[in-house]
């Protein structure tokens, strides 16, 4: 899979929106530089690409001079976590129980690689791979993920508990720069993927077959065929309103060609994918409002009522006052 078709809620961005516009940042600058604007968060169950949330952090990391944002930020969105799923401490009193239900919630928000649990002799390490492919943004990013991790944990551990042992997968220790300002934490540096370290006496209630379960657990909903992702982020308006080619592959920062011959590979291409989405929105807006043809040819970015007309002709045989009428 490409790394640009990598998808998560826009729930995450809401969260990096609030914490840079209470930190004085020029946030709707930094957004317009990555595709993003406000309007993405309108819905927070809707999709956005994952690629411009790891630059947006990056950019706004190097403007506002702070190393450690990525862990200000996901602190911050833990504590929207807890609030936004109606006190997950009351709803999941044990914490195998709060982490089965994490990485539940993980696999149904994203296509990418989702968090697991993994045992040794004395510790359970809660897990994440991180997206592959994307390199601008890692560091960032992987802050965000372990300080929002180690701010669940200490909700059932305690606010003074700190994690032993953390295996990051940045290659340069000098960046650390006590970004989570843990103290006698031991750090592995280049490993293969994330893992915080939770000592078995908290959590010993995990037995290797619920662990085992909850590693294989796959309820991801969200497609990953590029072709299935685009239509989705044009039915949720992602790309703004009447996209073409360019502002497509502008918004998932890839070029027109390369993302043509992705596309090709799953026998598609944009221009299908953009007639099909209009279709759609035409019968929803025929059927589902009061709205006069007219309106509904100027949303859909028609220059006349007469070109909306036979476009709708061709769909579905019938100009749309009369699909409108027999349906």
């Known amino acids: 899979m490409h790394y640009n078709f990598y998808v998560v809620r826009t729930s995450y961005l809401e969260t990096i929106i609030i914490a840079l516009d209470n930190l004085n940042a020029d946030t709707d600058k930094l957004l317009t530089n990555v595709g993003l604007s406000r309007r993405h968060i309108a819905n927070p169950n809707n999709l956005m690409l994952e690629l411009p949330a790891w630059v947006l952090l990056e950019n706004a990391a190097a403007e506002l001079a702070i190393s450690n944002l990525g862990a200000i930020i996901g602190m911050q969105f833990c504590e929207a976590f807890f609030k936004s799923t109606d006190n997950v401490k009351k709803q999941f009193p044990l914490i195998e129980d709060a982490l089965k239900y994490f990485i539940d919630q993980e696999n149904e928000i994203t296509n990418g690689p989702s968090f697991w649990l993994k045992e040794d002799t004395d510790h359970i390490w809660l897990c994440r791979t991180g997206t592959p492919g994307i390199n601008i943004g890692v560091w960032q990013m992987e802050q965000y993920v372990v300080s929002f991790l180690i701010g669940l944990l200490k909700h059932y551990l305690g606010a003074n508990w700190q994690p032993k042992q953390i295996k990051l997968k940045l290659a340069d220790k000098n960046l650390l720069n006590n970004a989570f300002g843990e103290n006698n934490c031991k750090f592995e540096f280049a490993n293969r993927y994330t893992a915080i370290a939770i000592e078995k006496r908290f959590i010993n209630k995990v037995s290797t077959h619920t662990l085992s379960k909850i590693e294989g657990n796959s309820k991801q909903r969200i497609p990953k065929k590029p072709?299935?992702?685009?239509?989705?982020?044009?039915?949720?308006?992602?790309?703004?309103?009447?996209?073409?080619?360019?502002?497509?592959?502008?918004?998932?920062?890839?070029?027109l060609r390369k993302l043509q011959r992705i596309l090709h590979r799953c026998d598609s291409d944009l221009t299908t994918l953009l007639e099909q989405d209009k279709k759609n929105k035409a019968q929803q807006l025929v059927l589902e409002t009061a709205k006069p043809i007219a309106e509904i040819s100027a949303i859909l970015g028609y220059n006349d009522k007469a070109n909306f007309t036979r476009a709708f002709k061709r769909w579905f045989k019938v100009p749309p006052t009369t699909y409108r009428k027999t349906h």
């Open 227 to 255: 072709n299935l992702l685009i239509s989705k982020l044009l039915e949720q308006n992602y790309f703004g309103a009447n996209p073409n080619a360019e502002s497509i592959s502008d918004c998932c920062l890839i070029n």
